[in-house]
């Protein structure tokens, strides 16, 4: 059994990665964490929790609340268009009766780190403020936890927020580069391989028709939600009704890495500049720059990736 924590900003794409998790026969979700991005930290718990109560599982998923701004600060809030103004395309769903822990993020992290240590395998699918910050309050973590596996960054795909920079990593430079420093068996799942899998609109078709009756509720959220995002995809890279699986192809790195090929390769990530802020540096020479390696992944077997994630939620 995976034990698995969760770092989101609850979006659209983080809700497909975190039902994934909560439905894998072989994963227990210890936990969600939760900050800015997609949508605020609270509204990301709130999602987040609707959607354990949506899953159904038969243990309770402890959520926290984190970060709310970069480690720099200024967050100038959610962009509505990509994710819709609850950060789930709108879609609302029933209420949980559990509310968040008192405890933020980042002691959250820590202490469950300290409770099982060796055993945890962090996703992070959002910033990495959360993360850092708990770094801060435990310097063991990188040895605490098992394992990082983030969905950020680039290699050598372009950037989504700027020419070389990806969202989750542009978001709070200064905090992944502290990530990238502290000595975690760090896996990088970026924009090489997210790009790759498309979830289309036949796909929801499948689910629609082919979810198991205990997944029902969640063929009816992902057809409503799925086309929000689907619509942001058309407007911004002017393609059909498909959509990039950046978290969800994450979460089953983390659960089945035999998805991906990685490259180890030392790696920062660039906090200042003008065009490169949030650029993941990857230092390829013989002699490279003083870094710990970064698993990076480099190519993924799509196909295969869209099975696993589609049939989870099938019979
Ligand atoms: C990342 O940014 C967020 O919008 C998505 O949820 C994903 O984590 C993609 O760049
Ligand atoms: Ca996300």
Redesign the pocket.
């Known amino acids: 059994m995976k034990k698995i924590l969760i770092d989101?900003?609850?979006?659209i794409?983080?809700s497909i990665?975190i039902l994934f998790a909560l439905k894998r026969p072989d994963v227990r979700v210890m936990g969600v964490t939760t900050g800015f991005?997609?949508t605020t930290a609270r509204q990301a718990a709130e999602n987040s929790l609707r959607l354990i109560r949506l899953a159904g599982v038969p243990y309770e998923v402890p959520v926290a609340v984190g970060a709310t701004e970069p480690l720099a600060g200024n967050w100038k809030g959610p962009d509505p268009h990509i994710h819709g103004p609850n950060g789930i395309g709108g879609v609302e769903l029933p209420p949980s009766p559990q509310q968040p822990l008192e405890e933020p993020a980042w002691d959250f992290i820590a202490r469950m780190a300290r409770e099982h240590p060796g055993e945890l395998t962090l996703v992070t699918?959002?910033r990495m403020t959360n993360l850092a910050k708990a770094l801060e309050r435990e310097p063991q973590l990188p040895r605490l936890l098992k394992k990082v596996v983030f969905?950020g960054g680039t290699f050598r795909a372009p950037g989504n927020v700027s020419p070389v920079a990806e969202?989750?990593i542009a978001g709070d430079p200064e905090a992944a580069d502290r990530v990238f420093q502290a000595g975690f068996d760090l896996t990088m799942v970026g924009l090489d391989v997210t790009q790759k899998v498309r979830l289309t609109t036949a796909h929801v078709d499948i689910l629609d028709k082919y979810a198991a009756p205990e997944n029902r509720p969640i063929a009816d959220y992902l057809k409503q939600a799925l086309p929000f995002y689907f619509r942001f995809n058309r407007l911004q890279n002017n393609c059909l009704d498909h959509c990039p699986v950046?978290?969800p192809l994450a979460m089953l790195t983390a659960v089945d890495p035999s998805v991906v090929t990685v490259r180890t390769i030392p790696a920062r990530v660039e906090c200042g500049g003008t065009f490169c802020r949030g650029m993941v540096v990857a230092d390829l020479r013989e002699h490279p720059i003083e870094a710990p390696g970064v698993s990076i992944c480099v190519d993924v077997d799509s196909r295969r990736a869209l099975e696993e994630l589609l049939t989870t939620f099938m019979a």
């Open positions: 989101a900003d609850t979006g794409d983080d990665a991005g997609n699918l959002a969905m969202a989750n950046h978290d």
